[in-house]
C-alpha cells in the first residue's frame, strides 16, 4: 500500500432460468475471444505518471500517478474537487496535461487525441449514455466494424458471440430507446468491446441505477476482468466500487491520499478521517 499526503412488441421476457442458463453458457469466454482475436495471457500496461493540471494558477491536479494492468479492475475514488475526474480524463484523452506523461506499455500517448488512444486499445464508456436510440442493439455494435472496415462477414461471425457473451442476442432487433437502464449499460459495453480494447475506462458507470442493475453491471464488469482486460472506474458510490476492485486510488486535494486493495484503503485511518468515515465498512 502507498500511503501520501425496440418496439416493446419485440422485447421479449426472458425468465430468470432462461437468464441463468445464458450466462452459464458465456461464462467461456473462448468463442468470443476467438471471434474478435483476442490473445489472452498478454500482459499490458497503462500509466500516468507524475500529472499535473493547473486552472487559474492553482494545481488540481498535483503530480498524480495511476497504473492499470490488464487483468485487473482499478478504482478511481474521491470526494468532489479531489481531481479524480481531471485525472480520469487526461488519461483517456479529454484534458491534456500541463505536465506528466500517459504511458501505454511504455508508449507515450499523451498528445492523442481520444479516438487515437481508442485505436490502440483504450476503450471510454462515459457517464452519458451513448447508444444511438432508433438503432436497434445489433446495429450499435455493427456501427462500429463498419467505421473501422471490418468486413461483412466477419461482422456476422463475431456478432453473436458478442451478443450473447452479453445476455443480449434476445433483444439484438430491439430499438435502444426501449431498453432497461441494465440493458443499455450491456449494450454500451458490449459495443466497446467490440473495438478489441486492452482497456475499458468507465466513467461514473453506477450512476442513476437501480441494486439489481448495479449486481448486474458488476457481472460484467468481472467478465471484462476475466477476459484480461484492464478497467479503470471512477465513481461516487465507493462500496460498489470497491467491491470489485483489486486496487483503489483515493485522491485528495488534487493528490493521492491512499492506494492499495479495498482492504487496505478501508482500513486506513487518514482514508477513514477524510473520506470514507470512520464507521464505513466494506460488508
Given at each position: ?5 425496440k418496439?416493446k412488441?419485440?422485447?421479449k421476457?426472458?425468465s ?12 467461456d469466454?473462448?468463442g468470443l475471444?476467438a ?5 489472452k ?6 500509466v ?5 493540471k493547473s ?18 479492475v ?14 480520469f480524463y ?6 491534456t ?9 511504455g ?11 481508442a485505436?490502440?486499445?483504450?476503450g471510454y ?22 467505421a ?9 461471425e ?23 437502464g ?8 458490449a ?5 478489441n480494447?486492452?482497456f ?10 437501480d ?7 458488476k ?6 476482468k ?22 483503489a ?11 492499495g ?17 470512520e ?5
Open positions: 500500500m502507498v500511503f501520501k499526503r418496439p412488441e419485440e422485447h421476457h426472458v430468470h432460468k432462461e437468464r441463468v442458463d445464458r450466462s452459464s453458457a458465456s461464462s469466454h473462448s475471444d471471434a474478435l482475436g483476442r490473445k495471457g498478454i500482459k499490458k500496461t497503462l500516468a505518471r507524475d500529472l499535473v486552472y487559474r494558477g492553482r494545481n488540481v491536479v498535483d503530480h498524480v500517478t495511476i497504473s492499470v494492468n490488464t487483468g485487473e482499478v478504482g478511481l475514488l474521491g470526494p468532489n474537487g479531489a481531481g479524480k475526474t481531471t485525472s487526461m488519461i483517456i484523452g479529454l484534458v496535461p500541463n505536465e506528466g506523461t500517459v504511458l501505454l506499455d508508449e507515450d500517448i499523451t498528445r492523442l487525441p481520444i479516438y487515437k488512444r485505436r490502440l486499445g483504450i464508456l462515459a457517464q452519458e449514455s451513448s447508444v444511438f436510440k432508433k438503432l436497434t442493439v445489433e446495429e450499435n455494435i455493427l456501427l462500429v466494424w463498419e473501422t472496415g471490418v468486413p461483412d462477414r466477419q461482422q456476422r463475431m456478432l453473436l458471440p458478442l451478443l450473447q457473451e452479453f445476455n443480449i442476442d434476445h433483444i439484438r432487433k430491439s430499438k435502444a430507446f426501449v431498453l432497461s441494465g440493458e443499455r449499460r450491456r449494450t454500451e459495453v459495443r466497446a468491446l467490440a473495438g480494447p486492452d475499458i475506462m468507465l466513467d461514473e458507470p453506477f450512476t442513476g441505477i441494486p439489481v442493475t448495479i449486481e448486474s453491471l457481472e460484467v464488469i468481472a467478465s471484462l476475466d477476459k484480461g482486460l484492464g478497467v479503470l472506474i471512477t465513481d461516487h458510490n465507493v462500496r460498489e466500487t470497491l467491491s470489485i476492485c483489486d486496487r486510488y483515493i485522491m485528495m486535494d488534487g493528490d493521492v491520499l491512499v492506494e486493495t479495498p482492504q487496505e484503503v478501508a482500513s486506513n485511518a487518514m482514508a477513514r478521517k477524510y473520506f470514507l468515515g464507521n464505513f465498512r466494506l460488508d
